[in-house]
Every structure is written in C-alpha cells, then in structure tokens.
C-alpha cells in the first residue's frame, strides 16, 4: 500500500486528498476568502479591514468582524452591500447579510 503525507492529504488538487475528506474542506475555505475579498471590496476601506472571515450558505452571507463597533457600521450597512451584492452573477439568490463579532 502506497503512503501518503500530510501534504498530499491538504493539497486540493491532489487526487487522495478526496480520500480522507480534506479536499472538500480546502475548497469550502478558498471558496470563502473569495467571497471574503469581494465583501471587502463594497466596503469602506476603514471597514474592510475589520471585516476577517465570510460564511455563506446559498441565501445567507454571514461577515464575522472584530469588534461590536465595526459590526454597528457594517450592520447599518448591511442592506447596500446584501442589493451590490445581488448584483453580482453569484450571489443572485442572497436574501440576507448578517454580521456576527468574532475573535481576531
């Protein structure tokens, strides 16, 4: 039986990476800091910055920011960035942002 590393296990393109589960992992976090750099993009750059991680499932984007402060400002502008981001191609089917404070 051929071994493996652990490299090969967290390589997503790599063909046994499929095989112990890790590659559709890898693929949900690159997928996520896509969609992280194009919230960043429709917010002020002060903003941006405070803005760590992005979740999405298919009619929710949920921005985890760093503090409450940031999370009010993002919040208020919550409905111009969920109608910019239906705008675009791939989030058409969002129906709601929400924003959460998380750990820097």
Known sequence: MREY???D???PNHPTSAYVGLRPLMLKIEANRQHL???RSML???CGEHCLYVSRTPNVMTLIVDSSTWATHI???SKRILH???QL???VELTQVRVRVGKS
């Open 5 to 7: 590393s652990l490299k």
């Open 9 to 11: 296990a967290l390589d």
């Open 37 to 39: 750099q194009v919230v």
């Open 44 to 46: 002020p750059i002060d």
């Open 75 to 77: 919040r208020l502008d």
């Open 84 to 86: 910019e981001l239906q």
């Open 89 to 91: 191609s791939d989030y």
